[in-house]
């Protein structure tokens, strides 16, 4: 079994997991988003090299996400365990990477992808995201091979 067959999967069912268990924030007036991100693994933050075997375990990462809609941006901070809380307006945002640190490496914005690369905030409706940051080399790799199985 190839390894982004697993990640993809695995980081997909983490992210129902998290969906249905975090519990709404109290304040309904406002747009809050609460969430976390992570790595289905350490080596999917480095480049697709070869078709090694990696260990597959869950990493939280500290990590700078960028959320835009139109003309707005605005800035999602991870702690050290991953998680980030924030207040955004109503709209359709979209995510990029900023940075990233993961024990004492950091890594350009440039070098990661973010998935979901897209989040919705409704009026008054409290968002949780499941954020999953991987190489781009391994993005486009799981890409093309779900691609090549519809």
Same mark, same amino acid.
């Given at each position: #079994?190839?390894? !982004? ?5 695995? #980081? @997909?069912? /983490? ?5 249905? =268990? ?12 609460? @969430?976390?991100?992570?790595? +289905?693994?350490?080596? !999917?933050?480095?480049?697709?090299? +070869? ?12 990590? *700078? ?12 901070? +991870?702690? !050290? ?6 207040? %955004?307006?109503?709209?359709?945002? =979209? ?5 990233? $640190? ?8 440039? *070098? %990661?992808?973010?998935?979901? =690369?897209?989040?919705?905030? @409704? @009026?008054? $409706?409290?968002?949780?995201?499941? /954020? ?6 391994? #993005? ?8 090549? $199985?519809?």
């Amino acid at each position: #079994m190839k390894t !982004e067959y697993f990640s993809s999967w695995i #980081m @997909g069912l /983490l992210s129902c997991i998290a969906m249905l =268990t975090i519990v709404p924030a109290q304040a309904q007036g406002k747009n809050s988003i609460d @969430g976390e991100v992570q790595a +289905s693994s350490p080596c !999917e933050l480095f480049p697709q090299e +070869s078709d090694y075997l990696c260990i597959q375990t869950i990493i939280p990462v500290k990590a *700078e996400i960028v959320a835009r809609s139109g003309r707005r941006s605005f800035l999602l901070s +991870s702690d !050290e365990d991953g998680h980030f809380t924030g207040i %955004l307006p109503k709209g359709r945002y =979209t995510l990029r990477v900023l940075k990233a $640190q993961y024990g004492v490496r950091t890594f350009k914005g440039s *070098e %990661l992808a973010v998935s979901p =690369t897209t989040i919705r905030v @409704g @009026g008054g $409706q409290p968002v949780t995201a499941a /954020l999953s940051i991987a190489h781009k080399s391994r #993005m486009l790799k799981a890409n093309s091979a779900r691609a090549t $199985q519809r």
